[in-house]
C-alpha cells in the first residue's frame, strides 16, 4: 500500500511538471504551442513528461511565423494656392504718382502704390494679373489724359507687379492696339523678355498663330496649370491683314473650344482669363453666362472675367458629368484713377487647386474673393495705393479724394459704408474674405 502511495505521488509529480510546461510554452508569445488534442506540440511535451523522457525545448518546439500587417503610406493630395487681381489700368494719375515717388535718377516707382497687399500676393503659390495697358518703349507714356482712352506704361509698371510676386500676366483686353500693331509687338516682345529673366507666365496677345496654338503651362507643387486669355473687343482697331499677330476673340468658338480641350489633355487644370462684358455695370449679360457654361464643359475650371471694372457676382458651374468649374464674371480694377465709386473696389480671386493623391481628380478648395480697394485723396489723385479689404479702415474712406476729383465722375460719394454695400451687392456672402 506504501509502494502504491509513493507511485501516486510520483504520478502527481509528473503532471504538476506537465502543467508547469504547459504553462510556460502557452505563455511565451514567441512561440507556436498548437493546440491539446491536434498532434501538436503541447500534446508532445505532456507525453513525454509522464513517460519522464527528456523534452528539449529548442528542437521539439517549432519556431512560430509572425505576420506583421505593413500599412502603405497614404498619397497625399497636391495643392496649390491661386490668386488673382483685376485690371492693372495706368491712368495718367497713376504713373504721376509713380513719377512723385521716384528717386533721383529714377523716372518712376510703382512700388509703394502696392505695398499694402504685396503680402497676399507673395504668400500665393501662383499670382495671376491681367496687364490692361501695352509697354511700349518707342512710344510717349499715355493714360487716357486729355480724353483720349489711350494707354501705353513706362516699363517701370512691369518691375514694380513683378516686384509683388505676380508670375502669370494676362494681355487679352482692348487696349491692345491704342498705339497699333508695331507698339504691340514691341509690347510682346517686353513681356518675352521679361518671362525669360523671371520664369514668368505670359499669354493673351502673340507675335504669330503658331505661338497662339503654344498652350502656357505651368508646373506647381507637381501640379500643372494651363492658362487661356481671350478678349472681347479691341476698341473698334482691328490687326492688319498684313501682320502676323493674333489674338483670340470670344467670338471664335471654335478655337476656345479646341484649346480648352487641348488644354485639359495636357494639363490637371486649367484657368481661363476672359475680358468681356459691358463696362460700369454690376449686372451679368446673358451672352457671358451663356459662354461661361460652355467654357466650363470645355474643360475650364476656373474663368477669371475681366473689362467692366466693377466688381460682379461668381458661382460654381455644374458640368454635364456632375463635376464643377467656378467663374468670376468680372473682378474689376486693381489699381486705376477712376472717378466713379463703384470702379474703386475690385476682387482677388483666393483659391486652391487640389488634386487628389488617391484618384489624380482635380477639385478646387476654399474659393472665394478678397475685395481691393483703390485709394486717393485729394484732387490731384495724391497718395494712391491699393489696400486689402482687411486694412483699410472707415477713416480711409473718409479721406478718399473722389469728391474731388477732376474730372468728376457720376457716383461720387464715399464711405465705409458705400464700400460695403458694393461689396455685398457684388459678391454673394459665401465668397466674401474680408479677414485675409
Known amino acids: ?254 478655337v476656345i473650344e479646341r484649346q480648352i480641350k487641348k488644354a485639359r489633355e495636357i494639363a490637371d487644370a486649367v484657368i481661363v482669363s476672359a475680358h468681356w462684358g459691358v463696362e460700369d455695370t454690376n449686372v451679368v449679360s446673358e451672352d457671358r453666362i451663356e459662354l461661361a457654361n460652355k467654357m466650363v464643359n470645355w474643360g475650364a475650371d476656373v474663368i477669371l472675367g475681366g473689362h467692366t471694372h466693377t466688381a460682379e457676382t461668381m458661382e460654381w458651374i455644374e458640368r454635364d458629368d456632375g463635376t464643377k468649374g467656378f467663374v468670376y464674371y468680372s473682378i474689376g480694377n486693381f489699381i486705376c484713377c477712376q472717378t466713379d465709386n463703384f470702379n474703386l473696389v475690385g476682387e482677388m480671386p483666393d483659391f486652391d487647386i487640389v488634386v487628389d493623391g488617391v484618384t489624380g481628380e482635380t477639385r478646387l478648395e476654399d474659393v472665394g474673393c478678397i475685395p481691393n480697394i483703390i485709394h486717393y485723396e485729394a484732387g490731384d489723385y495724391n497718395n494712391l495705393t491699393v489696400y486689402p479689404y482687411s486694412k483699410y479702415t472707415p477713416e480711409l474712406a473718409a479721406a478718399h479724394g473722389i469728391p474731388y476729383a477732376y474730372p468728376a465722375g457720376t457716383y461720387t460719394s464715399f464711405s465705409w459704408d458705400i464700400i460695403n454695400d458694393i461689396i455685398d451687392e457684388s459678391i454673394p456672402k459665401e465668397f466674401q474674405k474680408l479677414d485675409k
Open 1 to 254: 500500500m506504501e509502494f502504491r502511495k509513493i507511485r501516486t505521488v510520483g504520478k502527481l509529480k509528473d503532471l504538476a511538471l506537465v502543467s508547469a510546461l504547459f504553462m510556460l510554452f502557452a505563455g511565451c508569445g514567441t512561440r507556436s504551442v498548437g493546440t491539446v488534442g491536434d498532434g501538436g506540440a503541447v500534446e508532445d511535451i505532456s507525453s513525454a513528461a509522464v513517460s519522464g523522457e527528456a523534452v528539449n525545448t529548442e528542437s521539439d518546439v517549432p519556431e512560430a511565423t509572425t505576420t506583421e500587417t505593413v500599412s502603405q503610406p497614404t498619397a497625399e493630395d497636391k495643392r496649390v494656392h491661386v490668386i488673382a487681381a483685376g485690371d492693372n489700368l495706368i491712368h495718367y494719375s497713376v504713373f504721376k504718382n509713380a513719377e512723385r515717388l521716384a528717386g533721383p535718377g529714377e523716372n518712376y516707382d510703382f512700388k509703394p502704390l502696392y505695398e499694402p497687399v504685396k503680402y497676399l500676393i507673395e504668400g500665393a503659390d501662383v499670382a495671376v494679373l491681367n496687364q490692361e495697358t501695352i509697354i511700349s518703349e518707342s512710344n510717349p507714356v499715355r493714360g487716357a489724359d486729355g480724353g483720349a482712352l489711350l494707354f501705353n506704361s513706362p516699363p517701370e509698371v512691369a518691375d514694380a507687379v513683378i516686384d509683388l510676386g505676380f508670375d502669370v500676366f494676362t494681355m487679352a483686353n482692348n487696349h491692345l492696339l491704342d498705339f497699333g500693331a508695331p507698339a504691340l509687338e514691341e509690347s510682346i516682345n517686353f513681356w518675352n523678355k521679361k518671362a525669360e529673366t523671371y520664369d514668368l507666365t505670359v499669354l493673351g496677345a502673340y507675335l504669330n498663330e503658331e505661338d497662339s496654338e503654344n498652350i502656357r503651362v505651368r508646373e506647381v507643387n507637381g501640379v500643372k496649370i494651363a492658362f487661356l486669355a481671350y478678349a472681347e473687343h479691341i476698341n473698334g482697331f482691328s490687326i492688319p491683314a498684313d501682320s502676323s499677330l493674333r489674338v483670340v476673340m470670344n467670338y471664335e468658338e471654335d
